[in-house]
């Protein structure tokens, strides 16, 4: 089983809807969890962190963190064609390093 | 110069030719990363340094040697590469913090094409 998994897609959704995006660990010690967006040809920029089991909330976006279930999850409100990109979840592996999952790629149609 | 900065931000290079890759992180960090990141695969992890000290090697071959002489320069030399190495070479810094997974910073990376 890999570290992180993340539904590739690609995730299409149309201009104003909720893009919801999953990401499954495997490490049920993992206290941190990160969300990036990575446009082509650019890094990855870090968008929201969660620590604690529930919701966080940041504009348009809202992480929901799962321990138990080992899952964590990003919605994007309101979706713009400037979310298009690749939305990677991020968990410390068990070296304590990041471990990225393959990421998945967002198109919000006009 | 804020964030992390990379040099240079494209490079093409023989197969015989030796190079090097800088990362400059300008936020105070202690840790700095080296990711490759080729078309349609995830991140991979090449290098990590905490406090100067490398404390992973993700069985990355010779051809890829890091040097960090200090917590704000990392560089990454490149001798005799494979077409295969051609990818995205991302740098990034993070702050150590024990017990809990950092945020990590990302430069914009360079774009390596190897003939």
């Known amino acids: 089983q890999k570290e992180v998994e993340q539904n590739s897609g690609p995730l299409s959704v149309p201009e104003g809807a909720i893009a919801s995006l999953n990401c499954t660990y495997s490490d049920r010690g993992s206290q941190s969890f990160f969300w990036y967006r990575q446009y082509s040809g650019k890094s990855p920029e870090l968008i929201m962190s969660i620590y604690s089991n529930g919701d966080k909330e940041d504009g348009r976006f809202t992480a929901q963190l799962n321990k138990a279930s080992q899952y964590v999850s990003l919605l994007i409100r309101d979706s713009q064609p400037s979310d298009s990109a690749t939305y990677l979840c991020?968990?410390?592996?068990?070296?304590?390093?990041?471990?990225f999952g393959s990421g998945t790629q967002l198109t919000v149609l006009p | 110069e804020t964030g992390v900065t990379q040099t240079p931000r494209h490079l093409v290079m023989g197969m015989t030719n030796k190079k090097s890759l800088k990362c400059e992180q300008h936020?105070?960090?202690?840790?700095m990363y080296w990711y490759k990141q080729s078309a349609k695969k995830p991140l991979e992890l090449m290098f990590v340094y905490n406090f100067k000290e490398q404390t992973e090697n993700n069985s990355v071959p010779s051809r890829f040697s890091p040097e960090c002489p200090n917590s704000s320069h990392l560089f990454l030399h490149l001798h005799t590469l494979q077409p295969e190495d051609s990818a995205l070479y991302l740098c990034a810094s993070s702050q150590v913090i024990a017990g809990v997974g950092e945020t990590q910073y990302f430069g914009p990376g360079t774009r390596l094409l190897v003939l």
């Open positions: 991020a968990v410390p592996g068990s070296a304590r390093q990041l471990t």
């Open positions: 936020l105070g960090h202690n840790a």
